[in-house]
């Protein structure tokens, strides 16, 4: 988790190219495309792991792919929060959150 976090120059600039990708996609289909292609192999990375998890007891039951994108989605949303600097979604409210969900995957047996 900590790794995608947007602290330190190298994942500010990376939350910075995918916020301008993101705007500039609003209006550009072959960045529509790129994002799809980009955001498909990242949602299937995830759920792999999740699947993982699961097959080896140590992620609760249920849709893997809902999972992924409910962390995706959460860590996407909060980052862009912070990287407009929110005063309500700090860097360490954000790990917090995206954390208390993980840890609720996790299975406990």
Not at 36 to 55: F, K, N, P, S, T
Not at 59 to 84: C, S, W
Request: glycine share 8%; proline share 3%.
């Amino acid at each position: 988790m900590d790794s995608y976090l947007p602290v330190g120059q190298e994942t500010v600039e990376a939350w910075r190219v995918w916020t301008a990708l993101w705007s500039e996609g609003l209006r550009d289909p072959v960045l529509q495309e790129l994002n799809e292609r980009m955001y498909g192999e990242w949602r299937r990375l995830v759920a792999g792991i999740i699947r993982d998890g699961q097959a080896n007891g140590q992620i609760v039951a249920g849709d893997p792919v809902l999972y992924a994108n409910t962390l995706i989605a959460m860590i996407d949303g909060m980052a862009f929060q912070v990287m407009l600097g929110s005063q309500n979604m700090t860097v360490q409210r954000m790990r917090a959150t995206c954390m208390a969900y993980v840890d609720s995957l996790t299975s406990s047996t």
